[in-house]
């Protein structure tokens, strides 16, 4: 892909990173859901 | 209580020490070398390549691998976490090897160690980054020597000492996480400078933070890993609340740190994308990045998670491995691999077998240390008496 100023640079690299943010963050907290749901919920704090 | 005499009695022709003893007669020989003949008669480290396997292995790696300290007096004193209690003596025992061996390391490196001590005296500014990596390391060795002395009191029957020392522990702990967090990620910082020599993909404005979350990787993988081999060559040794916690020590930090490496995978993809480095990916480097970031990242995330899920020990143990592994390849990488990446390959640096065998005496030299440490010093056990909450 070709930029011709920085402003196009930054709108294509950001673009991408601000739709990998929303992914990160749900997919981080699905993947601690995942690392956890099997123990018991007994008030301790699991880590 | 293991008393000296007990050991002398034993022969001392074991096959570790005949080998560690082998290893450190080689490595005298090449320290007599390098410090009569200079680098040149024992690296081949250029003004292409002036850091070199000492650099990368001995320094990047032992930093990196020596973290458990701060991880895991940081998750016990900080955070609470007392069923980990266990395992703080034997990650500061391994953090303070491992620091005490990097400066020995850096000091054959630099050469004229009695020089050392000069940036804090002779020095053109404090705007170094490398400044504040020798302060950081130099004050966190010192933390580290201190959170190790009570192990030391006790068997040295040092009462007060130890008991002064003990009430410190909640002000060396958060000393060591400042200055762990300050050092670990300006040794990514040093790299900053070389955007030219470093290949774009290991290069990144974020490449302080990307150390930074590794060096927490590795100390809990270096714990749990640590943890596997004291329990396998050292079991009898340790006392019943060690035994007991090894389990939860193996779960506990295997689950951090397969939520860690999953943070570590996602930043290392936004280093990508915001400097819009796809492309080279199609590369001979980009097939071998993605060794590492799939191989030794997303990887050991994924048996990490499963064995945590499966209550898997062995597979947590091995994944350990697996981490520390990447954790090396990474600091190689960037140090070695990835720099330099434009010169031909014939003025490429490869490490003679003699920085080899220098990197193999101080390992031996930490194993021997640790091994004689933990058969006389209460690290894996309590000393009968001092039953109390310790540090």
């Known amino acids: 892909m070709d930029f011709f100023t920085l402003q196009d640079f930054y709108t294509h690299t950001k673009g991408i990173a601000y739709i990998l943010i929303v992914v990160t963050l749900i997919g981080m907290a699905a993947f601690w859901l995942y690392l956890t749901d099997h123990e018991n919920d007994d008030g301790e704090f699991h880590f | 209580m293991f008393k000296l005499k007990d ?48 650099i ?47 400066v020995l390391a850096l000091s054959y490196d630099v050469g004229r160690p009695w020089r050392l001590p000069y940036p804090f005296v002779v020095q053109a500014g404090t705007t170094s980054v490398l400044f504040e990596v020798g302060a950081c390391v130099l004050l966190y060795l010192l933390v580290l020597f201190v959170e190790f002395t009570p192990a030391a009191s006790e068997w040295l029957g040092f009462r007060r000492a130890r008991n002064l020392v003990v009430r410190l522990t909640m002000v060396l702990t958060i000393l060591g996480v400042i200055l762990s967090t300050l050092h670990q990620s300006s040794l990514g910082s040093l790299f900053l400078i070389a955007p030219s020599k470093l290949h ?29 081999l004291t ?93 520390v592994l990447g954790i090396m390849v990474n600091r190689f990488n960037v140090c070695l691999v990835a720099f330099n990446w434009h ?35 209460p690290i894996l056990y309590e000393h009968p008496e001092y039953k109390t909450p310790h540090a």
Request: net charge positive; glycine share 10%.
């Open chain 2, 7 to 54: 050991v002398l009695n034993r022969s001392l022709l074991t096959p570790f020490n005949i080998i560690a003893g082998v290893i450190i007669l080689i490595g005298l020989v090449i320290t007599a070398l390098r410090f009569f003949g200079g680098l040149a008669t024992v690296t081949n480290l250029s003004d292409y390549n002036p850091w070199g396997l000492w």
């Open chain 2, 56 to 102: 990368g292995f001995d320094l990047l790696c032992g930093v990196a691998l020596a973290a458990g300290g701060y991880v895991t007096s940081a998750a016990v004193y900080i955070f609470g976490m007392k069923k980990y209690h266990s395992a703080v003596r034997p990650a500061i025992l391994t953090g303070f090897l491992g620091y005490a061996l990097v």
């Open chain 2, 200 to 228: 774009p993909l290991w290069y990144s404005q974020y490449i302080p933070v990307f150390f930074f979350i590794s060096s927490i990787v590795a100390g809990l993988s270096m714990v749990i890993l640590e943890g596997s």
């Open chain 2, 231 to 323: 329990h396998r060559y050292f079991a009898d040794k340790m006392d019943e609340t060690h035994l007991r916690e090894k389990e939860d020590v193996v779960f506990g930090f295997g689950k951090a740190a397969s939520f860690v490496l999953a943070a570590y995978f996602a930043i290392k993809v936004f280093g990508i994308t915001m400097d819009n480095n796809w492309h080279y990916l199609s590369t001979g480097y980009g097939a071998w990045f993605l060794v590492e970031l799939l191989g030794f990242v997303a990887l050991p995330c994924l048996l990490y998670s499963v064995g945590v899920r499966d209550r898997n020990i062995k597979l947590i143990k091995w994944t350990s491995a697996l981490a």
């Open chain 2, 343 to 377: 010169l031909p390959s014939s003025e490429r640096y490869f490490p003679s077998w003699m920085e080899i065998g220098l990197s193999l005496f101080i390992v031996t030299v930490g194993v021997a240390a640790f091994k004689f440490i933990v058969t006389f010093m």
